[in-house]
């Protein structure tokens, strides 16, 4: 569950490839003050359900949240479905809208944008379409923590040009093992659960 709040706070760097609009202040401080926000209230959230239900309460499926809200407030289910919607729909938005400026950043402008946006809008209708709700959860699991892995592997390379072996190169070398590990090792929740 801990290792979930890689996926809680993932998305948080999408305003880092909006650099034609916002300052790197701006971005900077909004990627710190979400991934803030998120983790405490994933944290929060996960050590009230851990205490308030009992483990044979708790029913695995793609509705099992809900069901849970509604066992505390039926009104719950409500909300809890509004917000989700609109979670998705804004995590969709945001990561499209970074993902088209990460191909373009990543080929140096040999793929625009646009057809980074419509790569991503067809590869996400296909899979959509292909696979079950937890078998795309434990893809994008996977895809962020081996994301993160390289990325700690190349701020871990730059740091021990700067400094070999100090304590920040360390650390993000560490991360980028533990990113690894969890992408080849990570457990998808409906195995753990039986």
Known sequence: MVFGLIVTVQGF??????????????????????????????????????????RSELHFSETAV????????????????????????????????GSGGLFEELTHGRVSSRAGYLLLIVLGIALTWTANVFEIIAYAS????????????????????NKPFGPLCISYAALAVLGLAITLYGTPVEGGSE
């Open 13 to 54: 760097e999408t305003s880092r490839y909006l650099g034609e609009t916002y300052s790197a202040t701006t971005r900077i401080a909004s990627m710190r003050l979400a991934q803030v926000i998120s983790t405490a209230i994933y944290m929060v959230y996960i050590g009230l359900v851990t205490f308030v239900f009992a």
């Open 142 to 161: 996977r895809a962020f923590a081996l994301y993160y892995a390289i990325q700690a592997g190349i701020a871990a390379h730059f740091a021990h040009r």
């Open 66 to 97: 809900v069901d849970m809200m509604g066992m505390v407030a039926p009104i719950l289910t409500v909300l809890l479905v509004v917000a989700a919607l609109s979670a998705q729909f804004s995590a969709a938005v945001a990561d499209t809208s």
